[in-house]
């Protein structure tokens, strides 16, 4: 009997390429990795995908193929792609009857379900609402639980390297990075646990992990100094951490992406969950640790902090999706 075929969405991504290494080790699904782009097609396949398969989220033409038979689907996608998630969802719906199980990634935070949640109490300064890409994580997780399917949520804190690709160049160049956290303490994660968590709850499958919402978060809080003395050890050079006025950051990326930053200033991801730990057996990778060791695909975090970045400065990545209504 053959294994059955999980679907992994955002295959090529940095948590999708962990996840598909850690799977093709178990060696318990038939994996199938999605593509966009042909270039990437190859890279799946090293990884140990079993089958790839062409998919645009926005294309709802490349769906059927890539749902063909599957058991399970592992759901992450782009801030700015909400809309199209959720019409995926619907389709998803359509196919509960053969598909047991889907793990999708969120943000912490988008506790609507989960908690007591009042915006006029739970918000970063008097006045102001549940940051927007809260909201959007909350209807991407809400869509998948209205189509009437078993689902698994992670909730992820701010991923690791996510912050400082922005400063990429400048971290190479000139030594130094920006952004307005300050010294306010964040218990930043690997996306390489994250993967790790995922491959877990597939493989100990609906049973055991339907309508279940975990936090993952790293192992400690940690100021941008810290995080600048950690990426200084690991390219053994000294870096500097420059503060940088939420005004200034507005104007780099837009007031969603602010408003979400302004949520981190005020302490809302500084917690460690136990969920992690409790997951997998082991506590979650240090920062540096994750900048100077290989993951199941090969890579370290350091290698990856120089790759594909959705954030650019100048350019407001979420302007769409924030015109998107519910």
């Given at each position: 009997?053959?294994?059955?075929?999980?679907?992994?969405?955002?295959?090529?991504?940095?948590?999708?390429?962990?996840?598909?290494?850690?799977?093709?080790?178990?060696?318990?699904?038939?994996?199938?990795?999605?593509?966009?782009?042909?270039?990437?097609?190859?890279?799946?396949?090293?990884?140990?995908?079993?089958?790839?398969?062409?998919?645009?989220?926005?294309?709802?033409?490349?769906?059927?193929?890539?749902?063909?038979?599957?058991?399970?689907?592992?759901?992450?996608?782009?801030?700015?792609?909400?809309?199209?998630?959720?019409?995926?969802?619907?389709?998803?719906?359509?196919?509960?009857?053969?598909?047991?199980?889907?793990?999708?990634?969120?943000?912490?935070?988008?506790?609507?379900?989960?908690?007591?949640?009042?915006?006029?109490?739970?918000?970063?300064?008097?006045?102001?609402?549940?940051?927007?890409?809260?909201?959007h994580y909350w209807w991407g997780?809400?869509?998948?639980?209205?189509?009437?399917?078993?689902?698994?949520?992670?909730?992820?804190?701010?991923?690791?390297?996510?912050?400082?690709?922005?400063?990429?160049?400048?971290?190479?160049?000139?030594?130094?990075?920006?952004?307005?956290?300050?010294?306010?303490?964040?218990?930043?994660?690997?996306?390489?646990?994250?993967?790790?968590?995922?491959?877990?709850?597939?493989?100990?499958?609906?049973?055991?992990?339907?309508?279940?919402?975990?936090?993952?978060?790293?192992?400690?809080?940690?100021?941008?100094?810290?995080?600048?003395?950690?990426?200084?050890?690991?390219?053994?050079?000294?870096?500097?951490?420059?503060?940088?006025?939420?005004?200034?950051?507005?104007?780099?990326?837009?007031?969603?992406?602010?408003?979400?930053?302004?949520?981190?200033?005020?302490?809302?991801?500084?917690?460690?969950?136990?969920?992690?730990?409790?997951?997998?057996?082991?506590?979650?990778?240090?920062?540096?640790?994750?900048?100077?060791?290989?993951?199941?695909s090969g890579e370290t975090g350091?290698?990856?902090?120089?790759?594909?970045?959705?954030?650019?400065?100048?350019?407001?990545?979420?302007?769409?999706?924030?015109?998107?209504?519910?």
């Amino acid at each position: 009997m053959s294994n059955p075929i999980v679907l992994i969405t955002s295959a090529t991504g940095r948590i999708g390429r962990e996840l598909i290494a850690r799977l093709a080790q178990a060696n318990q699904f038939t994996i199938r990795a999605c593509y966009f782009s042909d270039s990437k097609a190859e890279m799946l396949t090293a990884l140990g995908a079993h089958e790839v398969v062409k998919f645009d989220l926005k294309d709802s033409a490349t769906w059927a193929a890539a749902l063909d038979g599957v058991s399970a689907v592992y759901s992450a996608s782009l801030d700015p792609l909400l809309e199209a998630h959720l019409a995926f969802c619907e389709e998803l719906g359509k196919r509960k009857d053969q598909i047991t199980h889907v793990v999708r990634i969120s943000c912490m935070g988008a506790d609507t379900n989960t908690a007591s949640y009042d915006a006029n109490k739970h918000s970063s300064r008097q006045g102001a609402s549940i940051p927007l890409m809260l909201q959007h994580y909350w209807w991407g997780e809400k869509a998948l639980i209205d189509a009437g399917l078993n689902v698994t949520v992670l909730r992820n804190n701010f991923f690791m390297n996510h912050l400082l690709k922005t400063d990429s160049d400048n971290i190479l160049n000139e030594g130094w990075f920006t952004n307005p956290l300050g010294t306010a303490r964040n218990s930043f994660v690997s996306t390489r646990d994250i993967a790790e968590a995922a491959a877990v709850i597939l493989a100990e499958g609906p049973d055991r992990h339907a309508n279940k919402f975990y936090d993952i978060t790293g192992p400690e809080p940690q100021t941008m100094a810290e995080i600048a003395a950690d990426l200084g050890r690991a390219m053994d050079k000294t870096l500097e951490y420059r503060a940088q006025s939420m005004v200034d950051f507005e104007n780099d990326f837009g007031s969603t992406r602010a408003e979400f930053f302004e949520y981190l200033v005020n302490g809302f991801y500084c917690r460690c969950s136990p969920d992690f730990y409790n997951i997998t057996g082991h506590k979650p990778t240090s920062y540096y640790d994750y900048l100077t060791t290989a993951g199941a695909s090969g890579e370290t975090g350091l290698e990856e902090l120089w790759q594909g970045n959705l954030w650019k400065k100048g350019e407001d990545a979420m302007k769409d999706a924030a015109e998107l209504k519910k």
